[in-house]
């Protein structure tokens, strides 16, 4: 069987391979911090550490290059650690074990990582790479992408030399990419109290589970289903028809992943158990049925469960119900500029309790600042009319295109000369940080491109094999193509 060392081009996927075995899940990036710049200097290349957590590694010119305008290689360090119900692994300790299968390359029941790693073994590659043509290159491997883009956040004007920034994370092999919205987190708290179990109740488990999930920007539109919305449901008709209660929720796990599963631990009048078993039974049917393109593996079901010790006070629960199932969700607003671009979209991401608190998170984008500024204050309107405490938080610029950006034509027709056909030229409806790191420095002429991921931030992510391939081929062409600094001559 083909694994993973024997694909090509090797000096790629070898990379990809040493990442797999190093855990990085965001906010846990020591030990791929410290490979990167072990890798750097091993390699003699002169390697920065940042207070922020990013490596900077610079590699000089090729002879004969050193008057080409510098170019800035741009990958981020973490991925989104998100496994399947029943898998035994710890992103924190475990490396990521990889299946080629039918052209791509996927993990067993996680992540991949591919996102981005792939961008960071493409970089790697050339640091190390001795026969490769290019001007002056820096890699930055940011931190904490996917959890706040820290890294990028935390950039210092100055540090930077190159003139051109590449950004390795995009996920369409044939599209170069050169806008991204912004994005800002939602935070709404409610405190509860905690009152006894009425007696006479029974204690039940429910479950949303099957859902595809995947990354809240790139497959917001595609009509998947949510499990907070899905299980808001169930327990909305259990309150209002069967005096159901709930003694704690715990649904989604990350802001930039459509939540693909909901647990609640409930308590209902032994006297209304069978009443909501059969209900609940026919919102399922209805709500399978509507979700039955996208989410043939859905699953809701009641399973038994002990009596809780508690349950939350019925007025906040009531109020959280009510706020969930009016917060919008999904596409907002599809751009007039670019055909078939979300401009705006909500992530209705984390509902958790404990501790004395529901907290419900999400994570606004937007291609258009204020659109995405309205949105925040229209959610944050409506669960403060249901009592929460709200904090918006994290807010980052979106990358404005420029189609008449230099580096753009550059890779429009080395693409053309390489594969002969030109390539789809988009914005992106997901975080780049190219948005936060050209607020640092607005001079620089950045673009995005990689190889061709699905189903990113889920545990069906996969990349193909091939795309692989002629993203690397684009990447060394091009770098052979960027011409020389303004007013300077061979």
Same mark, same amino acid.
């Given at each position: ?9 090797g000096e790629?996927? +070898?990379?990809?391979h040493?990442?797999?075995r190093i855990?990085?899940?965001s906010g846990h990036e ?8 072990g ?11 940042d207070?922020?957590g +990013?490596?900077?590694?610079r590699?000089?010119?090729?002879p004969g290059?050193e ?9 981020h ?11 035994t ?5 475990d490396?990521?074990e990889?299946?080629?299968e039918?052209g ?13 790693g792939? @961008? ?10 001795? @026969? ?9 491997f ?6 706040g883009?820290t890294?990028?956040r935390?950039l ?7 003139g ?5 994370? $995009?996920?369409?092999? %044939? ?5 991204c !919205? ?16 009425? $007696? ?7 479950e ?5 999930g995947?990354?809240s ?5 595609l009509g998947?289903?949510?499990?907070n919305?899905?299980?808001n ?6 309150? !209002?028809?069967?005096g159901?209660?709930?003694a704690?929720i715990?649904?989604? $796990?990350l802001?930039?992943?459509i939540p ?7 308590a209902?009048?032994d006297?209304?158990?069978?009443r909501f078993?059969?209900?609940m ?6 709500i ?15 399973r038994p ?10 007025t906040v629960f009531?109020r ?12 907002m ?11 705006t979209? +909500?992530?209705?991401?984390i509902?958790?309790s ?5 907290v ?18 229209m ?6 009319l ?15 295109p420029?189609?008449d *950006?230099?580096?753009?034509k ?5 693409? *053309?000369?390489?594969f ?9 409806h997901?975080g780049?940080? %190219?948005?936060?790191?050209?607020g ?7 673009i995005?491109? @990689?190889p ?5 931030? $889920? ?19 091009t770098?052979?193509?960027v011409?020389?600094?303004?007013g300077?001559s061979?």
């Open positions: 069987m083909t694994g993973i060392l024997q694909l090509l081009p790629v996927w +070898n990379n990809f040493s990442l797999t855990p990085r899940p020591e030990n791929i911090r410290a490979f990167i710049a890798f750097g200097r091993n390699l003699g290349l002169e390697t920065i550490v207070p922020a +990013n490596v900077i590694i590699k000089p010119a090729t290059m008057n080409r305008v510098g170019v800035i290689l741009q990958a360090l973490d991925m989104v650690p998100q496994k399947n119900s029943g898998t692994h710890d992103f924190k300790h490396p990521i990889t299946i080629v039918g791509w390359l996927r993990a067993c029941g996680t992540t991949l990582g591919a996102d981005n792939l @961008g960071v073994a493409a970089a790697m590659a050339v640091l190390a790479s001795n @026969g490769l043509p290019h001007g002056p290159v820096e890699a930055l940011t931190s904490n992408e996917e959890a883009m890294g990028a935390g210092q004007p100055g540090v930077l030399q190159g051109i920034l590449m950004n390795l994370d $995009s996920e369409d092999e %044939c599209v170069l990419f050169i806008g !919205a912004g994005g800002l987190d939602g935070t709404m708290t409610f405190s509860y109290g905690e009152k006894p179990v009425p $007696s006479g109740y029974t204690g039940l488990r429910i949303v589970t099957g859902l595809k995947g990354h920007g790139m497959d917001i539109h998947r289903g949510n499990a919305k899905i299980m449901r169930i327990l909305h008709e259990g309150y !209002a028809r069967h159901l209660r709930l704690s715990d649904g989604g $796990s802001r930039n992943a693909r599963e909901s647990f609640a631990h409930i209902l009048p006297s209304m158990k069978e078993l059969d209900g039974a026919v919102l399922a049917g209805r399978k049925a509507e979700l039955s393109a996208t989410e043939p593996d859905l699953r809701i079901e009641a469960a002990g009596l809780p010790a508690s349950v939350i006070d019925e009531e959280m119900l009510k706020a969930v199932h009016a917060c919008p969700n999904g596409v607003r599809m751009s007039c500029e670019m055909d078939g671009l979300v401009e979209s +909500n992530n209705l991401a509902v958790r404990g501790r004395g608190a529901v419900v998170e999400c994570l606004l984008r937007s291609s258009v600042d204020s659109a995405r500024e309205d949105l925040g204050i959610i944050g309107s409506l669960f403060g249901a009592g929460a405490s709200t904090l918006f938080d994290g807010g980052y610029p979106g990358w404005k420029n189609p *950006s230099p580096i753009l550059i890779m429009q027709e080395t693409y *053309s000369m390489k002969g056909t030109l390539p789809e030229v988009r914005a992106v997901a780049l940080e %190219c948005g936060i790191i050209g640092a420095y607005p001079s620089l002429d950045m995005s491109f @990689g061709t991921i699905r189903h990113p931030h $889920s545990p069906d992510e996969k990349v193909e094999i091939a795309s692989a391939g002629r993203f690397w081929e684009l990447l060394v062409a770098l052979a193509a011409p020389e600094k303004p300077l061979s």
